[in-house]
């Protein structure tokens, strides 16, 4: 069973997500922030990471290079999450070394795939 990591500050965008990822049979873990994304990231070493960009104490952009540049957790996919309003997050997310780029509203399928080819799982 993959674990993912949602690092995402607000309650009804983890939820929404947490649930749906439950239902396709992974397990998920959860931080509030990026500071514990990355903590969260180094002791637990989840399969993926969920990282929202806008987040308190550190943003997703700098906690995603903070994890690319540690060899603990370099090698842990990341996929960006952003709201579409917040031009260039995903440009920022790439090239801090996330895997991938989801913005939000979230569209589900195109979130399961995403997850599913980075992991490389039918």
Do not use: W
Request: net charge neutral; with cysteine; glycine share 6%.
């Amino acid at each position: 069973m993959k674990k993912i990591l949602i690092v995402e500050d607000d309650l009804k965008s983890c939820k929404l997500v947490r649930d749906l990822l439950e239902v396709l049979g992974f397990t998920t873990i959860e931080a509030d922030n990026g500071v514990t994304g990355v903590r969260m990231a180094e002791s637990d070493k989840p399969d993926l990471i969920l990282m929202d960009v806008q987040l308190p104490h550190m943003n997703g952009v700098d906690a995603t290079r903070a994890l690319k540049s540690n060899s603990v957790t370099s090698k842990i996919p990341v996929i960006g999450v952003s709201a579409h309003s917040m031009r260039g997050d995903d440009a920022k997310m790439l090239n801090a070394g996330a895997d991938g780029y989801i913005s939000k509203p979230i569209d589900t399928r195109l979130l399961i795939k995403t997850i599913k080819d980075i992991l490389k799982i039918d």
